[in-house]
């Protein structure tokens, strides 16, 4: 049994709850170009055509409460950086609040929030030869986005809106976690990611040779303290190992560590040191 994950692994769809399905369903696919996968009740699952990326669940009236563990923000990748212009373009079009950009060297960032407040950042990736120091280590900085240079990507063109690209995915998800090292113990020392670059209250974890899958973070507080149980929260954070096998590897290594988990939804339910909920599963 390996201790690490398999290089194939990636972040699924992110399950939220929402305080109003209707809006929110309806921010995601005016603003963000997402297609309504399917829809029964208080439940909506929106992608593209080829995935699903987000799973929404209706608490009505429920609200986030700041200064707590779990979602700090999902990135939606785009396939590259003329993609990220033209979803840049739709926000600019439909008048969302635009909360920042960010030149991160590995990747170009938008940051923007959904009607909940809960934090979005559609990203394109820099090549792979950008994304280290003459070290040869992972270097992630927080640098000005040359938003121009990004919209010119774009040129004369007068392509009609028809949402997000099919070929966007999850690329990776921020996590608000009360304790580094309790987190990063977890995630590396028993699912089997690999730290790869860290910054002031902050870590960056990855499966195989990507820059990071998952980011962790203090900022909300050493110790912060888990969301109420009447807020809006993560219902779950998917992530996708490519086969049965790899699976089983991540099931064998939670039960050496006595880490609990249970069967959910065709996969194994668990959750990090902070309660962040987690749902490992075959892709």
Request: net charge negative; with cysteine; proline share 6%.
């Amino acid at each position: 049994m390996t201790d690490s994950i398999h290089p194939g692994t990636n972040i699924g769809a992110v399950a939220l709850m929402t305080s109003n399905l209707d809006r929110s369903v309806d921010f995601y696919q005016d603003a963000i170009g997402l297609r309504v996968r399917q829809r029964r009740g208080r439940v909506a699952v929106l992608g593209t055509d080829l995935a699903e990326l987000l799973i929404l669940q209706e608490k009505p009236g429920a609200r986030i409460v700041p200064r707590r563990t779990g979602l700090f923000y999902f990135d939606i990748l785009l396939p590259s950086r003329p993609a990220l212009a033209q979803s840049l373009h739709r926000l600019i079009e439909t008048h969302t609040l635009i909360t920042g950009f960010v030149d991160q060297r590995i990747n170009e960032v938008v940051y923007i929030s959904d009607p909940d407040g809960y934090g979005i950042a559609l990203s394109s990736d820099r090549p792979r030869n950008m994304w280290t120091n003459f070290k040869g280590d992972l270097s992630i900085r927080f640098g000005p986005m040359d938003v121009d240079g990004l919209l010119a990507e774009i040129g004369g063109s007068t392509r009609k809106w028809t949402g997000i690209a099919d070929a966007a995915r999850i690329g990776s998800v921020h996590l608000n976690v009360n304790d580094l090292d309790k987190s990063e113990k977890f995630y590396c020392g028993v699912l089997g990611f690999r730290h790869t670059a860290e910054l002031a209250g902050a870590r960056f974890l990855s499966a195989g040779d990507y820059h990071h899958h998952i980011g962790l973070n203090t900022w909300s507080g050493q110790g912060a303290p888990l969301p109420p149980e009447e807020t809006l929260r993560i219902i779950a954070v998917e992530i996708l190992l490519p086969d049965p096998a790899a699976l089983a590897a991540v099931r064998a290594r939670m039960e050496q560590a006595g880490h609990p988990f249970e069967a959910w939804h065709g996969g194994w339910f668990t959750q990090d040191p902070s309660q962040n909920p987690i749902l490992l599963r075959v892709s």
